[in-house]
């Protein structure tokens, strides 16, 4: 195989591509890319076994062939080259990189052994907003688990009905919720829990496209955005009733600017190690949220916000790292945070609008 390429166009389809390169040592075919030339077309895939992702890229192929070669090492040597035209030449045995005066050799794999791509026909699609399935994914995904033995909680739970889309995750100490209107209503409610992971890379491997599509297949969720297509299996099980847990009672809800909140919390936070609980105080009759930590040899640090409160005086501890998460993922200027008891769960909403909201887990106070 032999192709020439824009070293701009090269880098971009290896960046697509790389966000499945596994990092099993075991499987050392895993971390390279198959590249496969014809005609005018270079075809690139890469897969961990359970996300695979094939991409394509306009080429000068003057030998068609296919090779793989070390993924993440290719990458690194394109994205070093000037701008210009890159030559790659690769089969079985090794290849070579070559730009201008700059020549690399690296080492190749057979690519019969490379696992071949999952070719599913989705049985239900739908087409979404790019920016929009970015910015919520962004704001819901970091309240899934990383703790995979239970692995529904790992997941993001997608719905897409009646011209809106929610997704959910939570990982049982935290919940976030995101609802946002789309124009494509589906004939029928599109639901499937898509691993956490997975779902963070999706709007990443989108490039310029504006519209990504999402289809079932079986046990696989394909989401396609241009000239790339994304396969990840979808997480069996049922998702927790999270609605049961989103307090209708309220006590007493604050309303502050999201950086005033955000900027004092990672102050104070300072203080909270060790495990140690951010505390969080509302004095209605003063109008003001108290936030203060403490550990013992290290310090103990606080901080007075003057707030708008509405209704009893309380006293709650969060998980710091939980708390800055949930307040960093509001998209708006204004917050709104809503307490029932020290013992029940809080709620941080964006103050515009009621489409997001981050649910979380008290600390019990000592």
């Not at 990189?97 to 026909?121: H, Y």
Request: aromatic share 4%; charged share 25%.
């Amino acid at each position: 195989m032999r192709i020439s390429l824009a070293r701009g166009d090269f880098a971009e389809a290896l960046s697509v591509v790389g966000r499945a390169l596994s990092n099993r040592s075991t499987l050392p075919i895993l971390s390279g890319v198959l590249i496969e030339a014809a005609g005018e077309t270079v075809v690139l895939q890469a897969t961990d076994l359970e996300v695979s992702v094939r991409t394509s890229v306009g080429a000068k192929v003057e030998q068609p062939g296919k090779a793989v070669v070390p993924g993440r090492l290719l990458a690194d040597i394109v994205r070093s080259l000037p701008e210009g035209a890159v030559t790659l030449e690769a089969d079985a045995e090794g290849g070579s990189v070559t730009s201008g005066t700059a020549v690399f050799r690296l080492r190749a794999l057979n690519p019969e052994d490379f696992p071949k791509f999952p070719e599913v026909e989705p049985e239900r699609t739908v087409s979404l907003p790019a920016g929009v399935l970015a910015a919520v994914t962004k704001q819901v995904s970091k309240a899934a688990s990383r703790d995979e033995t239970r692995p529904i909680l790992t997941g993001v739970l997608v719905v897409v009905e009646g011209g809106t889309l929610k997704m959910v995750a939570t990982d049982s100490y935290r919940l976030a919720v995101r609802e946002v209107h789309i124009e494509q209503k589906p004939d029928e409610p599109l639901e499937v829990v898509v691993p956490g992971r997975a779902i963070e890379e999706v709007p990443r491997i989108a490039g310029g496209a504006e519209e990504i599509s999402m289809g079932l297949a079986g046990n696989q969720v394909v989401f396609e955005a241009g000239p790339t297509t994304f396969v990840t299996r979808k997480i069996e099980g049922s998702f927790p009733n999270y609605r049961q847990l989103i307090q209708q009672d309220i006590a007493t809800t604050v309303k502050t600017t999201k950086a005033e909140l955000l900027d004092a919390a990672k102050r104070v936070s300072l203080m909270a190690q060790h495990n140690a609980p951010l505390r969080v105080k509302v004095a209605s009759a003063d109008q003001t949220l108290t936030l203060s930590a403490a550990t013992h040899d290290v310090g103990e640090a606080r901080e007075d916000l003057m707030v708008g409160v509405q209704g009893d005086d309380v006293e709650v501890a969060f998980n710091h790292a939980f708390l800055i998460d949930g307040v960093a993922s509001v998209d708006s200027e204004e917050i709104t945070l809503e307490f029932v008891s020290p013992l029940k769960p809080g709620i941080i909403r964006s103050a515009e609008e009621e489409a997001f909201l981050y649910l979380l887990m008290p600390v019990r106070l000592g």
